[in-house]
């Protein structure tokens, strides 16, 4: 029996047992058991599945993109930045759409690592594990293979789909890395970072080093974004002059192009690289940008070396859409730039990492049909950004004041975080709050401009609402509404009929006949 037959005769027995007493409470310490956040998920599929009874395609291609940090504040500060409070982006034309609780097993605010594991394997875990059981804490030296758990992305290999990504991040950074690494800790990008956090590297393979030899990772027909450090030893430099990180001696990138040998495999460094690609002609396509993350769309001028998101998505799709992928595709994208902005406090610079994110997002959509392709577009943490007081209609966010402050008598803008590191820049020990005004007019490039933040630190944190999810294609509706984040990856097996999804959904129509059952149990006992 597969695990989906596995639910249906669970949710029968729990439905015998409901007739003669009352529904069992979920405890705290059940979210500890990956099975607790399944069986969640498919009773909500269940429940969704009744709100149509008209014929829905299977998704035969899916696209996932993710706006780290994307919170809904972000996205109305952006409508304004990038034209106006009525404006719309693409992601927001989706037929449906809905609201995930974001929270980790052991924290109310995740990070991008727990927030992935659960909209990319269906289970919550702890804070910064990547796609390991909730019984794992960050930084056990914990690889049992019983508690690690797969994707989205292991699920649609197995169902013949071509799957690959693309990220402004390191490929081994954030959620990007739940697709493919099982990891306790997200630090854990390369062999150093294992070996710093106490553990044997030999047993506790890094992040990098799945991508490129894991089961999961060394399938993917496109990989694009940056992180070259963590592929290379301290002994060579990158094209940017700097050293790598790795200790164990081992070029990563040379040994993704001898495991390829015979395949037709492209390594790239550039955007005039990425441009000049005939990807008919490619079977696999590997492209590491830049040493670390990849600079903000604000920096990206005439002459950069670094592709443009928009671009990267293009030529991913020509490498998953294919004529011989007859079983279609999975292409997961990640713009982490917007979460990085909001942790410098610099919201200009994520308004436009927002428009540069839903500019690639509608090239995809037209590249596909909504007839078989599930498009979601969510984010994956939110983030501290306000909109406070009342600003005019034709006021800049970030040039003009949103009232006075009946306290001190000084302006305040109409943006704000709640953290980050310009509270320094508009407070001061002892006196208090400075002119933002004032200060404003101290910074004349307008995107190197922060606004204020209540508590200082280092590098601003990340936020805990709801993450907004956005969906068409088929299926989508079951997106809608208000649901755990761990829902997103069952619906994606549930529309797309991997990892035995379809046999879950032919068992759906028996739940009126199993209540029945279970009825009469009740009643000739």
Same mark, same amino acid.
């Given at each position: 029996?597969?695990?989906?037959?596995?639910?249906?005769?669970?949710?029968?027995?729990?439905?015998?047992?409901?007739?003669?007493?009352?529904?069992?409470?979920?405890?705290?310490?059940?979210?500890?058991?990956?099975?607790?956040?399944?069986?969640?998920?498919?009773?909500?599929?269940?429940?969704?599945?009744?709100?149509?009874?008209?014929?829905?395609?299977?998704?035969?291609?899916?696209?996932?993109?993710?706006?780290?940090?994307?919170?809904?504040?972000?996205?109305?500060?952006?409508?304004?930045?990038?034209?106006?409070?009525?404006?719309?982006?693409?992601?927001?034309?989706?037929?449906?759409?809905?609201?995930?609780?974001?929270?980790?097993?052991?924290?109310?605010?995740?990070?991008?690592?727990?927030?992935?594991?659960?909209?990319?394997?269906?289970?919550?875990?702890?804070?910064?594990?990547?796609?390991?059981?909730?019984?794992?804490?960050?930084?056990?030296?914990?690889?049992?293979?019983?508690?690690?758990?797969?994707?989205?992305?292991?699920?649609?290999?197995?169902?013949?789909?071509?799957?690959?990504?693309?990220?402004?991040?390191?490929?081994?950074?954030?959620?990007?890395?739940?697709?493919?690494?099982?990891?306790?800790?997200?630090?854990?990008?390369?062999?150093?970072?294992?070996?710093?956090?106490?553990?044997?590297?030999?047993?506790?393979?890094?992040?990098?080093?799945?991508?490129?030899?894991?089961?999961?990772?060394?399938?993917?027909?496109?990989?694009?974004?940056?992180?070259?450090?963590?592929?290379?030893?301290?002994?060579?430099?990158?094209?940017?002059?700097?050293?790598?990180?790795?200790?164990?001696?081992?070029?990563?990138?040379?040994?993704?192009?001898?495991?390829?040998?015979?395949?037709?495999?492209?390594?790239?460094?550039?955007?005039?690289?990425?441009?000049?690609?005939?990807?008919?002609?490619?079977?696999?396509?590997? #492209?590491?940008? +830049?040493?670390?993350?990849?600079?903000? =769309?604000?920096?990206? /001028?005439?002459?950069?070396?670094? %592709? @443009? !998101? $928009?671009?990267?998505?293009?030529?991913?799709?020509?490498?998953?859409?294919?004529?011989?992928?007859?079983?279609?595709?999975?292409?997961?994208?990640?713009?982490?730039?917007?979460?990085?902005?909001?942790?410098?406090?610099?919201?200009?610079?994520?308004?436009?990492?927002?428009?540069?994110?839903?500019?690639?997002?509608?090239?995809?959509?037209?590249?596909?049909?909504?007839?078989?392709?599930?498009?979601?577009?969510?984010?994956?943490?939110?983030?501290?950004?306000?909109?406070?007081?009342?600003?005019?209609?034709?006021?800049?966010?970030?040039?003009?004041?949103?009232?006075?402050?009946?306290?001190?008598?000084?302006?305040?803008?109409?943006?704000?975080?709640?953290?980050?590191?310009?509270?320094?820049?508009?407070?001061?020990?002892?006196? #208090?709050?400075? +002119?933002?005004?004032?200060?404003?007019? =101290?910074?004349?490039? /307008?995107?190197?401009?922060?606004? %204020? @933040? !209540? $508590?200082?630190?280092?590098?601003?944190?990340?936020?805990?609402?709801?993450?907004?999810?956005?969906?068409?294609?088929?299926?989508?509706?079951?997106?809608?509404?208000?649901?755990?984040?761990?829902?997103?990856?069952?619906?994606?097996?549930?529309?797309?009929?991997?990892?035995?999804?379809?046999?879950?959904?032919?068992?759906?129509?028996?739940?009126?006949?199993?209540?029945?059952?279970?009825?009469?149990?009740?009643?000739?006992?």
């Amino acid at each position: 029996m597969n695990r989906w037959g596995a639910w249906e005769a669970l949710l029968s027995l729990l439905l015998i047992l409901a007739v003669g007493s009352s529904w069992i409470q979920v405890k705290g310490h059940e979210e500890h058991d990956a099975h607790h956040w399944k069986h969640m998920a498919h009773e909500l599929l269940y429940e969704k599945k009744d709100y149509t009874m008209q014929k829905i395609n299977i998704a035969k291609n899916i696209m996932v993109f993710v706006g780290a940090g994307m919170s809904q504040t972000t996205v109305t500060g952006a409508r304004y930045y990038n034209g106006g409070d009525n404006e719309t982006f693409a992601f927001e034309r989706l037929k449906w759409s809905g609201n995930a609780r974001t929270y980790c097993v052991d924290s109310r605010v995740p990070d991008s690592a727990c927030a992935g594991t659960a909209f990319l394997t269906g289970v919550k875990s702890n804070l910064g594990t990547v796609a390991m059981d909730p019984t794992v804490r960050r930084g056990e030296c914990a690889m049992d293979p019983a508690k690690q758990l797969a994707s989205i992305a292991k699920w649609a290999l197995e169902a013949g789909k071509a799957v690959g990504f693309a990220t402004t991040s390191r490929v081994t950074s954030g959620s990007n890395a739940a697709l493919y690494a099982n990891s306790p800790d997200s630090r854990w990008e390369n062999d150093a970072d294992v070996g710093a956090g106490g553990c044997n590297t030999a047993t506790v393979p890094d992040i990098a080093h799945q991508l490129i030899h894991g089961d999961i990772g060394k399938q993917f027909k496109v990989v694009l974004g940056g992180g070259r450090k963590h592929f290379l030893p301290t002994v060579e430099t990158d094209p940017s002059g700097q050293r790598g990180l790795r200790t164990d001696g081992k070029n990563l990138i040379n040994e993704w192009k001898q495991s390829k040998a015979g395949a037709n495999a492209t390594y790239i460094t550039t955007v005039n690289e990425l441009a000049s690609l005939d990807t008919s002609k490619i079977d696999y396509l590997f #492209g590491l940008f +830049d040493y670390d993350h990849l600079p903000f =769309s604000a920096d990206i /001028g005439n002459g950069s070396v670094t %592709p @443009a !998101l $928009v671009r990267m998505v293009h030529y991913s799709l020509e490498m998953l859409q294919k004529k011989e992928h007859t079983n279609g595709f999975l292409l997961f994208v990640e713009d982490g730039n917007i979460r990085r902005a909001h942790g410098q406090n610099a919201p200009r610079k994520a308004f436009d990492q927002v428009r540069h994110y839903a500019n690639a997002f509608n090239m995809a959509h037209m590249m596909a049909n909504e007839q078989n392709t599930l498009f979601i577009s969510m984010n994956d943490v939110g983030s501290t950004l306000s909109l406070p007081g009342y600003p005019a209609r034709s006021s800049d966010l970030l040039d003009t004041a949103a009232g006075i402050s009946s306290a001190d008598g000084l302006p305040y803008l109409g943006l704000t975080y709640a953290t980050g590191p310009a509270h320094s820049t508009y407070y001061r020990t002892g006196s #208090g709050r400075l +002119d933002p005004m004032e200060v404003l007019q =101290s910074v004349p490039n /307008g995107l190197e401009r922060t606004c %204020p @933040a !209540l $508590v200082p630190m280092a590098e601003g944190a990340d936020g805990g609402e709801d993450a907004t999810v956005y969906a068409s294609g088929p299926w989508a509706f079951m997106l809608s509404g208000g649901y755990e984040q761990h829902f997103v990856a069952h619906t994606i097996a549930f529309a797309s009929c991997i990892d035995g999804a379809c046999d879950g959904a032919a068992t759906l129509v028996l739940s009126t006949a199993a209540l029945l059952a279970a009825l009469g149990v009740r009643l000739f006992v």
